[in-house]
């Protein structure tokens, strides 16, 4: 299953390139006429055009996006150690993961191995965008947010159905706090339905808790 999910990504990942390449192309055809280049689009920030202001990624951060197999660690650094308590909390629902600190660290990890950790990030980056107030903040932040997680050309896009993608890129208009909402829930029910189960039922997850369980209790 692992293996051709890899495969799959990294299928997607050839077609993206490939666009890249284009992209590439017409940037310089764009250097070497003036008149194009200032025909050029500044603000095209979905990917319906081959702007040439588009942010084309490195080979090397795609490759590096592949090959990169973090091991799962039961020691959870990115946050406190969680109490048995909590990490058996886990398996009741997978909201009870996403609100704990230490249960969205521990997923994080493990979704790396399956290489889908952009899906975490994803989210994460929503939550931090709907705490925003500033109007330019908001603005920078929903265009990172975008040129990370939505475009086509990004190695960390995530999967999202062509509705969503169509409501994005009218929201994008107007770009607000909420521009991704609909968004980040289809990733939160995709990560609930598609690796919240293989977590739960992971030797990660089975380690975890049986290396919490034999913690000897603090003083």
């Keep these: 299953?692992?293996?051709?999910?890899?495969?799959?990504?990294?299928?997607?990942?050839?077609?993206?390139?490939?666009?890249?390449?284009?992209?590439?192309?017409?940037?310089?055809?764009?250097?070497?006429?003036?008149?194009?280049?200032?025909?050029?689009?500044?603000?095209?920030?979905?990917?319906?055009?081959?702007?040439?202001?588009?942010?084309?990624?490195s080979e090397d951060e795609t490759i590096q996006r592949f090959e990169r197999r973090t091991d799962a660690t039961n020691n959870c650094e990115e946050s406190p150690k969680p109490t048995p308590e909590d990490a058996r909390s886990w398996?009741?629902?997978?909201?009870?993961?996403?609100?704990?600190?230490?249960?969205?660290?521990?997923?994080?990890?493990?979704?790396?191995?399956?290489?889908?950790?952009?899906?975490?990030?994803?989210?994460?980056?929503?939550?931090?965008?709907?705490?925003?107030?500033?109007?330019?903040?908001?603005?920078?932040?929903?265009?990172?947010?975008?040129?990370?997680?939505?475009?086509?050309l990004s190695p960390k896009e995530v999967s999202l159905d062509s509705r969503v993608r169509d409501v994005i890129n009218r929201n994008m208009l107007e770009p607000t706090s909420h521009t991704f909402d609909d968004a980040q829930q289809q990733i939160y029910t995709l990560m609930q339905r598609d690796s919240y189960p293989r977590f739960i039922n992971s030797t990660e997850y089975t380690d975890l808790l049986k290396s919490l369980e034999e913690m000897p209790p603090e003083p």
């Design 1 to 57: 299953m692992g293996s051709e999910r890899l495969e799959m990504r990294k299928r997607q990942m050839q077609v993206h390139q490939e666009a890249a390449a284009s992209v590439l192309q017409a940037r310089h055809r764009m250097g070497n006429n003036p008149t194009n280049a200032s025909n050029a689009c500044c603000f095209c920030w979905c990917c319906c055009c081959s702007c040439s202001c588009l942010t084309v990624r």
């Design 91 to 152: 398996s009741v629902s997978f909201e009870k993961l996403m609100k704990s600190a230490s249960g969205r660290s521990c997923f994080r990890q493990y979704l790396r191995t399956e290489f889908s950790e952009e899906n975490m990030m994803f989210w994460l980056a929503c939550e931090e965008l709907k705490k925003e107030t500033n109007k330019t903040v908001v603005e920078e932040k929903v265009r990172q947010i975008y040129e990370d997680f939505i475009s086509i």
